[in-house]
């Protein structure tokens, strides 16, 4: 079984890119323990935790020697569709693209353990594969960088030359021997427009992400109250926020993905204020089979108060009062201290 033959079938399952790294001792690897001990990585304790099983993809698969790694375009028509449609609310929230579909993690898993079939039934022999989707202890961008998918830009993702950076990477550790692909060469060259555009400072240089200040670790990993002097950054971000990959130039002409799974389910672009009056039962059915899943209701509720607050629309403020519109017991994720934080301010900045 060759690698080409691998390429065709992903291409056939689904998958826009696809590349073969080596499992070796590949530099960028040693980057992760320097990142942690800046601090940079807030409250994200299993990255500590996990840090020296993602040192190398050989503790993820012990004996792999080769690492199948995928790239899948998830950007839609969806942007389009609503400048069509014409301007935002006041408090309309902002939902990162990748998380407008159905659930990467399970829609990428699903087609993986498809090609790993199709390999068993290409190869006659036993062999060894486990796979990965962003959960797992794997570096991914660095061993999609050397599977030639892209070059990991200034503001940290991976960037294909021909599609841009709206990808899911995933892949398959393996332990069979497979021609590798040329690592993918930086093209970032003098441009610094995600350092320049990012509105937390969150970039602090090329290639480093203090996720303390990020947009996207604000809104989905951190816990408790978004820090005071951050809420305003956070403008009408509700999950995640994709500004450096907005205005990279390598995504000028992004292709857009006709796969049913990544079609947008409308999140992007709902009014907070309806939101925040929704039940638990109500909200949770927003965000179902989504990656949206991966926040708990109550940091949904504080990410909502919080684009409530920085609506600057005083008519919103009835629209606080009564969660799970005033049904008693229907709203207990916005009775956290952490929420009701969020609402105090929000109510404040507000009058
Ligand atoms: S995701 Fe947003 S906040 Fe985070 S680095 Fe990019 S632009 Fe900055
Ligand atoms: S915006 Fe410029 S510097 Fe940033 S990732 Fe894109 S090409 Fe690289």
Redesign the pocket.
Known sequence: MTAGAIKRQAQALGFDLCGVAPAASLPELAYLPEWLASGHAGEMVYLHKSAAARSDIRNFLPGARSVIVTGTVYNTDEGRRQKAEGGRATDSIRVARYARGRDYHVVLAERLEALVAWMRGQHVEPFEAAVFVDKHHVQERVYARHAGIGWIGK?TCVINPELGSWLFLSGIATDLALDADPPALDQCGACTL?LD????G??VDAHV?DAT????YLTIEAEGAIPEERRAQIGHHAY?????QEVCPWNLAPPRSLDPAWQAVRRDGVSAASLWQRSDDELHQFVKGSAMTHLSLAGLRRNLATVIGNSGDAALLPALEGPGRGVKNAAHSAFTPAVAETVAWARERLK
């Open positions: 503001n995600c555009a990012c509105p937390t969150a970039l992400l200040r990020c947009i996207s995640g926020c994709d500004i450096c």
